[in-house]
């Protein structure tokens, strides 16, 4: 099976000194969430940025629906005619009279539509071994050279987002077959970082921010309220895993039966199996949304 490279904007490769130079300039929700799951599937998504084609044309139909559906709530805020794009496809135009239906709740304020936030997270240096006068440089980054950066950026886009006079809201717009439990919803890295963004990029306390998962399939929403100990704990779980991602050297396979292997596109290069022998869900609206 032949894997090919995917050109990411979020990853920088680069030649120093006839050594190869992997570095991740932005860390979104998908890489903590692959690193959480997988350290191997991490370094051969996003290092080595290779894809296997097979495996994305079984989600093709569902990723285009959805970023239809996120088109079309974009324009339709904006106040433009989504008539043509929600008749174009059954789904759209489904989805379309539930939000006109049963919409979400939502608080008054500023209202912004595919907003993009960064943040800067500066990286610790660490000792080597017991001497603390020789530092271990980053992996991710250039050795002696002064293109190096001692930080990652954090990057989220909402899909809409609500900035009130004493609250701001997030918005996500779901289109899975079936709604996601809230518990599982809380410890999404989604979740923590989308929230942990907003606090730390506005004057909000973290008391005064939530965000809301709306469901387009069910019509449903699930409403997940933040803290300050829950934003201590993502900003703690947070230093930890970027740092480990920064000196990372060995990339571990997860062990030999692990049901994530089942269905990940790299399982033949972990010896995992062949992919082409694999049961991909029959049904389209089954596979899950790819995170940004």
């Not at 979104?28 to 799951?37: E, G, K, R, V, Y």
């Not at 890295?189 to 965000?211: F, G, H, N």
Request: charged share 25%.
């Amino acid at each position: 099976m032949v894997l090919q490279e995917r050109k990411s904007a979020m990853t920088a490769i680069s030649i120093v000194n006839s050594k190869m130079d992997l570095r991740v300039n932005s860390i979104s929700q998908a890489h903590l969430n692959t690193w959480d799951i997988c350290q191997r599937r991490y370094k051969y998504k996003f290092l080595e940025e290779l894809s296997l084609p097979e495996a994305d044309l079984q989600s093709k139909q569902s990723l285009l629906l959805g970023a239809n559906f996120h088109l079309l709530m974009q324009q339709r805020e904006m106040g433009l005619d989504v008539m043509e794009l929600a008749e174009s496809e059954a789904k759209l135009q489904s989805w379309l009279n539930a939000f006109a239906t049963y919409p979400p709740e939502m608080i008054a304020g500023d209202r912004f539509c595919e907003h993009r936030r960064t943040l800067e997270m500066p990286l610790e240096t660490f000792a080597i071994s017991n001497d603390p006068n020789r530092t271990q440089t980053p992996l991710h980054h250039i050795e002696n050279n002064d293109a190096g950066q001692g930080y990652f950026v954090l990057t989220a886009i909402y899909d809409f987002l609500i900035l009130g006079d004493r609250r701001a809201q997030i918005l996500d717009w779901k289109t899975h077959q079936r709604a996601i439990a809230k518990e599982k919803l809380e410890t999404s890295w989604q979740t923590r970082l989308y929230l942990y963004l907003l606090a730390q990029t506005t004057d909000y306390l973290p008391e005064q921010l939530s965000m809301t998962y709306w469901f387009a399939n069910t019509a449903t929403s699930v409403v997940i309220e933040y803290s300050q100990n829950e934003h201590d704990r993502t900003d703690q779980n947070l230093k930890k895993i970027l740092n480990e991602i920064s000196y990372a050297q060995d990339y571990l396979k997860l062990a030999m039966g692990s049901p994530e292997c089942k269905h990940c596109e790299f399982r033949d290069r972990c010896d995992r199996g062949d992919l082409s022998n694999s049961e991909f869900p029959s049904n389209i609206s089954d596979i899950p949304e790819v995170e940004i």
